[in-house]
């Protein structure tokens, strides 16, 4: 079984972290899977960083821009992952846009993903009905799991459609914004929120945009499976490097 | 084979709507209604009086009488630099103002990279009454500061961006990250026949009256409504797209679209899509675009600030792809050159932009009979600055 749906069956409520890949120095990307491991988080995401990330904020574009310049590029993240599965088990994610995987080939990608120990994808410029005529067989025929966003704008019979092609979770925008941009939820998260969880999906939720601290994981994880923390994390590494990752994470989890 | 888009959003391989899920409600609402607005009687009849009593159209296909003798052709000129702005650009802006009221959005973004569309868009809103805010590229703005005031004057806000190359692609990401923060309220008046479906479709419609009329004013100058040849700049591909429209796909037309070559296409400083592009994604559109081997998205160069875009509407792509259109690319020095001897010739000052279509005649010899019609897209006034660092004037 995928290593995803294996956590998504622990009795808990689950803990992702988004790192660019890259940043801040061009080799710290073992460092901080294996690192974040310890430190007792569930999952992570890679994210491969792109010149034009239209979703993402200023925090997650920045550490682009700057694992770009650093050197950054998807054979180099290949090569620094390709030993991975030696020292972690955590389910591992790679998150990035479609043009540097539409480039590298999106077989080849997969292919690759799966030989390193890669569980899943989330591309979010690649849309559902794409993905669901193209490649979705590609997918899982290399054993990966697309990961698709929701938003509060999402209607209710989108949200049961991407429902239906999904194969691990769904990854919950929790509010109309790119990452990074807001923190703190109000009433319409909150509805929002519940008006998910009566859904009774098949796939579990996975809140993420706008968590950063104890008080926004454990209201996010209320209603979710989930949540996943992007910006925040990134901001910690910007600020006090690598080497505090342990105090990052404990702070979120007590 | 068509040269339009089908159902799905696509020209050939090329368009789609490649967007984050947070965007699909906009976009979606959009795709959904703008068909069904712009065939609406009174929208039909708003959009044509305010082309007529404010923009200034139906502008003149003039004869190029000098310029014709000088190379042996018939040269018509579709004059869009007579236009109230002085371009193209308002035949969209306020084709799209009216979309967004008509869809009860209040609120207005645009990107642009020259200013010449935040300008027209900033006009269409001072018009209308609807809040504005254009973003541009902080590098830009410093350079084009004029547009800058103007916009400003306009009642626009001009929010600079600050991320990437802090150029028009850059611009272009800030104004789809505004949008998915506002989702609701906004409409997004893309400068171009790019992004996602339906954009590349919706503006080359409104621009689509720049065929439209060539058809009827050739037939009073010529008998005929089919020129032989029809030229066009391309940076986005607006003007091209609205100049080809109602011919795609009438193959005894000739399609030319000419590129930027910059410094020259292989000198590292170019934006000729065509030539060095790849098949990508860039602003949620499928097409051609220049890029690393590693899908990064680079940074064209132009002495043009409206032709340095680093892709193409997939329209375009498909013409290029498909051998419908020909594609040429002129260098900066060649454009320059084309645009000083129209101001000799006709007593015309071209946008720079617009002196690139016209250098298609020191590279392409055309028949005596040919009928060509080169598309005038703009004004030169805005590149005074330009012509005067060039020629040392």
Redesign the interface.
């Known amino acids: 079984m995928n290593r995803i749906n294996q956590k998504l069956q622990e009795d808990k409520k689950l803990l992702s972290i988004y790192f660019t890949a890259g940043y801040p120095n061009i080799n710290d990307t073992v460092s901080i899977i294996q690192n974040l491991e310890s430190n007792s988080v569930d999952m992570i995401e890679i994210g491969l960083p792109f010149s034009d990330p239209l979703a993402d904020g200023p925090t997650i574009q920045a550490s682009s821009t700057q694992a770009l310049k650093n050197g950054m590029t998807t054979d180099v993240l290949f090569n620094q992952l390709k030993d991975i599965r030696k020292s972690v088990s955590i389910p591992l994610i790679i998150m990035g846009y479609f043009n540097p995987m539409l480039q590298y080939g999106v077989e080849a990608f997969c292919e690759k993903c799966q030989e390193i120990g890669i569980d899943g994808l989330i591309i979010p410029d690649l849309p559902v009905d794409v993905y669901h005529e193209e490649y979705k067989a590609t997918f899982e025929k290399y054993g990966l799991i697309n990961v698709f966003l929701i938003t509060p704008q999402t209607s209710d019979e989108r949200i049961r459609y991407i429902d239906s092609i999904s194969n691990g979770f769904i990854y919950m925008v929790s509010s109309a914004s790119t990452t990074g941009a807001k923190s703190g939820f109000g009433k319409e998260q909150t509805n929002y929120f519940e008006r998910i969880a009566n859904m009774n999906l098949k796939n579990p939720q996975i809140v993420g945009f706008g968590i950063s601290n104890s008080e926004t994981f454990t209201q996010a994880t209320k209603y979710a499976k989930g949540a996943i923390i992007g910006s925040a994390f990134v901001k910690h590494v910007t600020n006090e490097g690598t080497d505090t990752i342990g105090n990052f994470v404990q702070k979120i989890l007590i | 084979m068509s040269y339009n888009v089908n159902e799905k959003g696509y020209y050939g391989e090329f368009g789609?709507?490649?967007?984050?899920?947070?965007l699909?409600?906009n976009v979606e609402e959009l795709r959904q209604n703008y068909l069904k607005v712009m065939a609406e009687p009174n929208f039909q009849k708003e959009f044509n009086q305010l082309l007529k009593d404010y923009v200034g159209r139906p502008s003149p296909l003039y004869f190029a009488k000098r310029l014709s003798e000088k190379y042996n052709t018939k040269i018509y000129l579709k004059r869009e630099d007579l236009n109230h702005t002085g371009a193209h650009k308002i035949n969209n802006t306020i084709g799209q103002i009216l979309m967004a009221k008509r869809l009860g959005k209040h609120r207005i973004i645009a990107e642009t990279g020259a200013g010449q569309h935040g300008v027209a868009t900033a006009t269409v809103c001072a018009l209308m009454g609807l809040e504005c805010i254009v973003y541009m590229g902080e590098i830009d703005i410093a350079r084009q500061a004029p547009n800058v005031a103007r916009m400003k004057m306009l009642g626009a806000t001009v929010v600079p961006a600050t991320?990437?190359s802090k150029t028009l692609?850059?611009a272009t990401?800030e104004a789809?990250?505004d949008w998915?923060?506002?989702?609701?309220d906004t409409h997004y008046i893309i400068g171009s026949v790019v992004g996602p479906h339906p954009y590349p479709d919706m503006v080359a419609r409104f621009q689509a009256i720049v065929s439209e009329e060539i058809k009827w004013q050739l037939q009073e100058h010529e008998g005929t409504t089919k020129p032989d040849y029809v030229v066009a700049c391309v940076g986005g591909g607006s003007n091209a797209a609205g100049s080809y429209y109602h011919f795609l796909d009438d193959t005894e037309v000739n399609l030319i679209a000419v590129e930027a070559a910059g410094l020259g296409v292989d000198s590292g400083e170019s934006a000729a899509t065509s030539v060095l592009g790849?098949?990508?994604?860039?602003?949620?559109s499928k097409t051609l675009l220049m890029?690393t081997?590693?899908?990064?998205?680079?940074e064209p160069y132009s002495i043009s600030a409206g032709l340095d875009y680093p892709g193409v509407g997939p329209m375009h792509a498909h013409l290029y792809k498909s051998g419908r259109a020909e594609f040429i690319s002129i260098t900066d020095d060649d454009a320059m050159t084309a645009g000083l001897e129209l101001c000799k010739l006709e007593g015309i000052i071209p946008a720079i932009e617009s002196s690139h279509a016209l250098a298609v005649f020191d590279k392409k010899q055309f028949r005596s009979t040919d009928i060509v019609v080169v598309s005038l897209s703009g004004r030169g006034d805005k590149d005074l600055e330009t012509y005067i660092n060039h020629f040392k004037l």
């Open positions: 789609g709507a490649f967007i984050p899920e947070m699909y409600p991320s990437g692609k850059d990401n789809i990250r998915i923060n506002n989702p609701v790849r098949e990508g994604i860039i602003h949620g890029q081997n590693d899908g990064q998205i680079t």
